[in-house]
């Protein structure tokens, strides 16, 4: 394989480029396709979080907005994320609904982009733009289809691994830092496995290269104890924490995953890593070490359940980016196959079979979409609202003042109505439901007529499709009702 200049591209590429880009903003959007509204929970949190960080002016020491008390855990492990939206949202004046429609596949688009730069340096830019399209969104796993900060780490990760292997002065490093440090406070287990993927390359460097390979190191481990004091506490705990067994997911495995980004592009994955090992260089075997490096967290974690739950299952999203990056020298090594000159001047053999590498990539890539687009397009994907929530739950932020902050209704709607609304729901499903739910459940079902439970709980609103028989409440919208008691007489 001869590196190449990034600068020296291919006309074909110029017409091959905004297609892949294309396919890959198509495969991103399909989890919101046919949908206005944010699809999974992490979605409805990062809109709470960021529309909480907007009303109280401030970033750190926010209030719980779904609970009303105390703060929850992602507002500060996951502060670059919810803070950059916010700003975002705040200086474009784009609605919540469209960033969360399509800006996944937009971050998607980039994350392609970026591969195509890193990778055609080494002469495989589109085969690894390729595969790169290909990474799956599903519930359990997240994804790209999703406005979560695994996702949106993804281009940062390209970003830094192209900053430290082909870039050496202080703009470089500078760059980078910036780079490690906002991808720690946007998500923090997608920094760790960064981490985990440039540990080989500052290895190989340190006979050769020791000060290029000192300076990544310190990069690397600047912004985990510096700017963020939270991270810094929970070093300790974590460390003695992979000491002792973890839970283990049963419906995210290393398994069912490659299943789903498909048998064929890890076919290649296995080429391209003996294609690169092959080639040699500080920079092949840094891409299959980093590569190898994380698959050995990964499987330790599934196999003998020691290490960190979240870096782990996030690190699933990672490893597919990964073994799309070397998936693609593998192509690219499978495309330039040619038949041995010794059989075309025995035979006469027509000048496209002599090309035999184009022709099996041309295959290869067919059956992948194939095979890929129809099972992305049948993932199933669960809703929690639909446009009658929203409508209902637009009308109470709009209409109820503060005095009606606290409402039960189904408790599957109660992250996304507090996303919506800054109000609280009694009972709310954040994976599981809360322990309120049951009694939230057993009021709606006995026609909300249990006005002591209201007022024990401070309860003022109720949205209810069903039906709904008690004097003490009025119904001032379809399917909204309030507490006689708190509405001020005329």
């Keep these: 394989m001869v590196e190449e200049s990034v600068h020296k591209i291919p006309n074909l590429h110029y017409v091959l480029l905004p297609l892949l880009i294309a396919l890959a903003f198509y495969l991103s959007f399909i989890p919101h396709q046919g949908h206005a509204y944010p699809v999974h929970l992490d979605e409805w949190l990062q809109m709470g979080f960021s529309n909480e960080i907007i009303s109280e002016g401030k970033v750190l020491g926010l209030t719980d907005p779904f609970t009303g008390q105390g703060t929850h855990g992602n507002q500060i492990y996951e502060v670059g994320s919810h803070l950059f939206w916010a700003i975002f949202h705040q200086i474009s004046g784009i609605s919540w609904l469209t960033i969360v429609k399509y800006f996944p596949p937009i971050i998607s688009c980039i994350t392609v982009l970026l591969v195509y730069v890193m990778a055609q340096r080494k002469g495989f830019g589109l085969e690894a733009a390729f595969f790169t399209c290909l990474i799956t969104t599903t519930i359990g796993l997240l994804g790209p289809g999703f406005l979560v900060p695994v996702a949106m780490g993804l281009p940062f990760i390209v970003l830094a691994i192209y900053l430290a292997f082909n870039f ?20 923090p287990p997608t920094a760790i496995n960064l981490v985990l993927i440039l540990i080989p390359y500052i290895l190989l460097g340190l006979k050769g290269d020791f000060k290029h390979s000192l300076i990544l190191a310190v990069i690397l481990a600047a912004p ?57 260089g500080r920079k092949n075997y840094g891409l299959v070490l980093g590569l190898l490096a994380l698959l050995a967290m990964l499987a330790v974690f599934y ?41 075309g001047s025995r035979w006469k053999v027509p000048p496209i079979l002599q090309n035999v590498g184009h022709i099996l990539c041309v295959i290869i890539v067919g059956l992948t979409l194939y095979i890929a687009i129809p099972a992305r397009q049948n993932i199933p994907y669960y809703y929690w609202i639909d446009q009658e929530d929203y409508e209902a739950f637009i009308w109470i932020a709009g209409n109820l003042d503060d005095r009606y902050n606290l409402a039960v209704f189904d408790p599957y709607k109660g992250i996304p109505f507090t996303a919506i609304t800054g109000k609280i729901a009694y009972a709310r499903v954040t994976g599981l439901p809360s322990a309120t739910s049951a009694d939230a459940s057993r009021f709606l079902g006995n026609g909300c007529e249990d006005t002591a439970f209201m007022r024990d709980n401070g309860i003022s609103i109720v949205y209810t499709q069903g039906e709904c028989h008690n004097p003490d409440l009025v119904e001032v919208r379809d399917n909204v009702y309030l507490l006689k008691e708190v509405i001020p007489p005329e």
């Design 168 to 187: 050496k002065t202080i703009g470089s490093y500078i760059a980078l830092l910036a780079v490690v440090g906002f991808l720690v406070s946007l998500h």
């Design 224 to 280: 985990f104890l510096l700017p963020f004091p939270w991270i810094v506490d929970q070093l300790l705990p974590t460390a003695k924490s992979m000491l002792t067994q973890q839970f283990a997911p049963t419906h995210v495995d290393i398994p069912r995953m490659i299943a789903l980004y498909g048998y064929l592009p890890v076919l290649m994955c296995l080429l391209g890593t003996f294609a690169l090992a092959l080639k040699g």
């Design 303 to 343: 196999t003998l359940h020691y290490g960190q739950y979240f870096v782990y299952i996030r690190g699933l999203t990672v490893m597919m980016l990964m073994i799309g990056i070397v998936a693609g020298a593998g192509l690219m090594w499978e495309r330039k196959l040619r038949l041995p000159d010794v059989i």
